[in-house]
């Protein structure tokens, strides 16, 4: 079981906004920065947001991030079926001990 | 931007010692401000954090699997590696290397992973 809770699974249409939520508690989100990652199948995960809301080069601003309190959640708009993956939001648990959810997959219906 | 390349046996007998590498290309694992970790992710399922290495030989390992890992780095191979003792079934998975950053929790290089199976 995961330390960071994010829903199995959530679905939308092309075009439309998606919001994948991943909670935590004072110990891990709420005293650090949260990323966030997009994982194809068969393949590694990547870096997609960090430091809550930055995206590194190359990422789309379709994809942003947030954070409030024990919470964070990333948010995408205008839905393309190349977003279909698992997405994993993670942090630290005191220093430096990364944690990871549980993975969210996104289908585009 | 760096690369990073896992090799290990992809076959491991249960109690034995899983054993892999991670060399990073185009890149230093002197870097004063990342750390290098391996992370894993059994089929099918999420990911968990292994442990971490800084370039100076200090360690960081979860809780959880703390007393049958240890890391190591070489500076000079750009390598960093890992052993796991008493592997069971519980322990097949996808095992990645990783950059990690040390200002903020963000893993921003990936190895492209590579399968160990516990079995006998």
């Known amino acids: 079981q995961s330390v960071l809770t994010q829903p199995p699974s959530v679905s939308a249409a092309p075009g439309q906004k998606v919001t994948i939520s991943c909670s935590g508690t004072s110990s891990n989100i709420g005293n650090n920065y949260v990323s966030w990652y997009q994982q194809f199948p068969g393949t590694a995960p990547k870096l997609l947001i960090y430091e809550n809301n930055k995206r590194p080069s190359g990422i789309p601003d379709r994809f942003s991030g947030s954070k409030s309190g024990t919470s964070a959640t990333l948010a995408i708009t205008g839905l393309q079926t190349g977003d279909e993956a698992d997405y994993y939001c993670?942090?630290?648990?005191?220093?430096?001990?990364?944690?990871f959810g549980g993975g969210t997959k996104l289908t585009v219906l | 931007q760096p690369q990073l390349q896992e090799s290990g046996p992809g076959l491991v007998k249960p109690s034995e010692t899983l054993s892999l590498s991670c060399t990073v290309f185009?890149?230093?694992?002197?870097?004063?401000?990342?750390?290098w970790g391996w992370i894993r992710q059994p089929p099918g399922q999420g990911l968990e954090w292994i442990g971490s290495v800084f370039h100076t030989g200090s360690t960081y390992y979860n809780p959880s699997l703390r007393g049958r890992v240890t890391m190591s780095v070489d500076t000079s191979k750009d390598q960093f590696s890992l052993n796991l003792t008493s592997v069971t079934a519980a322990d097949t998975a996808f095992y990645y290397c990783?950059?990690?950053?040390?200002?903020?929790?963000?893993?921003?290089?990936w190895g492209q992973g590579t399968l160990v199976t516990v079995s006998s």
């Open positions: 993670g942090t630290w648990d005191g220093s430096l001990s990364s944690i």
């Open positions: 990783a950059r990690l950053r040390s200002w903020e929790p963000g893993i921003d290089y």
């Open positions: 185009a890149g230093s694992v002197s870097l004063s401000t990342y750390y």
